[in-house]
């Protein structure tokens, strides 16, 4: 579940997916969604929608998606793990229709998403690369050099 004040996101509450087919769609336990209700009351935050993957594609809301999201005006957060680098859409599903809305971070209050920091083959793909474009300018310069003018004999 993602939570805020209704127009900002500011939590996130992971619940279990209890779906029967976990990997093409998700629902949630009745108690524990209604136990994050609870919590989410507690902390005065809005429930403004849920928020789950797509392992294999696109971040784009599904027929179970629309399905399940009734006409209540709730967004969907969808990550797409299609590619290597996660894909990101929110989404407000309501009654009006389907509208994919901007996602817009705020670096003020968020550290936000750090890169992964290098492996050491990484760093040494990127050392002998660099090493290699070098020597490689470094010949190509000497080859095309013009020869050397001849030397003039000694008296
Ligand atoms: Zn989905």
Same mark, same amino acid.
């Given at each position: 579940?993602?939570?805020?004040?209704?127009?900002?996101?500011?939590?996130?509450? /992971?619940? %279990?997916?209890?779906?029967?087919?976990?990997?093409?769609? *998700?629902? *949630?336990?009745?108690? +524990?969604?209604?136990?994050?209700?609870?919590?989410?009351?507690?902390?005065?935050?809005?429930?403004?929608?849920?928020?789950?993957?797509?392992?294999?594609?696109?971040?784009?809301?599904?027929? %179970?998606?629309? +399905?399940?999201?009734?006409?209540?005006?709730?967004?969907?957060?969808?990550?797409?793990?299609?590619?290597?680098?996660?894909?990101?859409?929110?989404?407000?599903?309501?009654?009006?229709?389907?509208? /994919?809305?901007?996602?817009?971070?705020?670096?003020?209050?968020?550290?936000?998403?750090?890169?992964?920091?290098?492996?050491?083959?990484?760093?040494?793909?990127?050392?002998?690369?660099?090493?290699?474009?070098?020597?490689?300018?470094?010949?190509?310069? *000497? %080859?095309?050099?013009? /020869? %050397? /003018?001849?030397?003039?004999?000694?008296?």
């Amino acid at each position: 579940m993602i939570a805020g004040d209704g127009k900002t996101i500011q939590s996130a509450i /992971p619940l %279990a997916n209890v779906a029967s087919s976990k990997r093409s769609s *998700f629902s *949630f336990e009745p108690n +524990e969604q209604l136990g994050a209700l609870k919590r989410l009351d507690a902390e005065d935050l809005v429930w403004m929608g849920v928020y789950h993957s797509h392992p294999n594609s696109a971040a784009i809301p599904s027929i %179970a998606d629309l +399905e399940g999201a009734g006409d209540h005006g709730l967004l969907q957060l969808i990550v797409s793990l299609k590619s290597s680098k996660p894909e990101l859409q929110l989404w407000r599903i309501g009654a009006s229709g389907v509208a /994919p809305l901007e996602l817009i971070f705020d670096t003020q209050t968020d550290a936000g998403y750090d890169e992964p920091p290098l492996s050491q083959q990484q760093r040494a793909a990127i050392v002998t690369t660099a090493v290699i474009s070098l020597i490689l300018m470094l010949v190509i310069s *000497f %080859a095309l050099l013009p /020869p %050397a /003018p001849a030397s003039a004999p000694l008296p």
